[in-house]
C-alpha cells in the first residue's frame, strides 16, 4: 500500500538508462491490471530512442519532461478487442495506474501524460508512433530514475465523503 501514498508525478530525471529488467516489471505490472470482461485490449510500446522522447516533448504540450526521460511507455487499446464499448479507457487507465504505482517501487519517478480524449493529442502521438488506425493511445508515461523529491500528500477530506447517498 505504500506505493498509492508515496506515488507522486515526477517530472525531473537524472540522466540514467533504466534497466531492461525494471522495464520488464513495470510491463509486468501493467498486464496485472484488471479489465473489463477481461478483455486485456492493451499493448504498449516502450521508448527509449532519445530522439523520440525528445520529438514527442515537442508534440505533445504536456511532455517537457520526455526531454530528460530515459524512457516512455505508450499504453493504447485494441478496439477490436471490445466487445464492451468504451471500457478501454478503464482498461488502460488501470494498466498506466499498475506501471505508475511499480514504478515507485523500483525507486523510479514516473507521470501520465494524457493522449485521449484530447483528439489532436491522441492523433499526433499515435501518428508519430505509427499506431494503426483501429488502436488508440490513452497516455504516455515518463519513467526515469527521480531528480527531485516530493513529499506524501493527503488528500482525503470529510466534503468528499458521502454514506449511503449524497
Given at each position: ?56 516533448a515537442e508534440i505533445h504540450p504536456y511532455a517537457k ?34 506501471i505508475l504505482l511499480e514504478a515507485v517501487s523500483l ?20 501518428e508519430y508512433l505509427e499506431v494503426p488506425a483501429d ?32
Open positions: 500500500m505504500e506505493e498509492i501514498f508515496e506515488r507522486r508525478s515526477i517530472r525531473k530525471y537524472k540522466d540514467k538508462e533504466v534497466e531492461e529488467e525494471k522495464i520488464q516489471k513495470l510491463l509486468e505490472a501493467a498486464v496485472a491490471a484488471p479489465s473489463a470482461g477481461n478483455e486485456q485490449p492493451w499493448h504498449f510500446i516502450v521508448i527509449k530512442d532519445r530522439e523520440k522522447l525528445d520529438h514527442l519532461m520526455l526531454k530528460e526521460a530515459p524512457l516512455a511507455i505508450a499504453v493504447c487499446a485494441d478496439l477490436n478487442k471490445q466487445r464492451h464499448q468504451g471500457f478501454w479507457v478503464q482498461d488502460c487507465s488501470a494498466a498506466t495506474q499498475n525507486n523510479l519517478g514516473s507521470v501520465w501524460i494524457g493522449c485521449h480524449p484530447a483528439e489532436e493529442r491522441e492523433k499526433v502521438v499515435s488502436f488508440k493511445t490513452l497516455s504516455l508515461i515518463a519513467v526515469g530514475y527521480p531528480d527531485e523529491e516530493k513529499g506524501r500528500v493527503d488528500r482525503l477530506s470529510d466534503e468528499i465523503i458521502h454514506y449511503d447517498k449524497w
